[in-house]
Nanobody
Framework: QVQLVESGGGLVQPGGSLRLSCAAS????????MGWYRQAPGKQRELVAT???????DFADSMKGRFTISRDNAKNTVYLQMNSLKPEDTAVYYC?????????WGQGTQVTVSS
């Protein structure tokens, strides 16, 4: 089992920045990848970014150049740095972890981009 706790969401103006954190606990062995999805009202959940145990990263096209993902293995924590935020980035952001073919989810954190 893997437990995930997100933090760092909130209200930010367009063009602003936020950093989300996801702290993992539990059985960390065989943890393949971690990352973030988001879900806006009335829309399907979409992948935002992922980082593998080896440090490889991938992003959805709309986030490339604006978001970065990093991982502190000593703290079992993944970070999502979001810059140049747009109103369309408003969503609940969910951290996930992939282990042995299973996905584990955090409770989500709200990000609202509005003036």
């Amino acid at each position: 089992q893997v437990q995930l706790v997100e933090s760092g969401g909130g209200l930010v103006q367009p063009g602003g920045s936020l950093r989300l954190s996801c702290a993992a606990s539990g059985s960390m062995s065989s943890l393949r990848a971690m990352g973030w999805y988001r879900q806006a009202p009335g829309k399907q959940r979409e992948l935002v970014a992922t980082i593998t145990s080896g440090g490889s990263t991938d992003f959805a096209d709309s986030m490339k150049g604006r978001f970065t993902i990093s991982r502190d293995n000593a703290k079992n924590t993944v970070y999502l740095q979001m810059n140049s935020l747009k109103p369309e980035d408003t969503a609940v952001y969910y951290c996930y972890a992939q282990k042995r073919g299973l996905l584990y989810w955090g409770q989500g954190t709200q990000v609202t981009v509005s003036s």
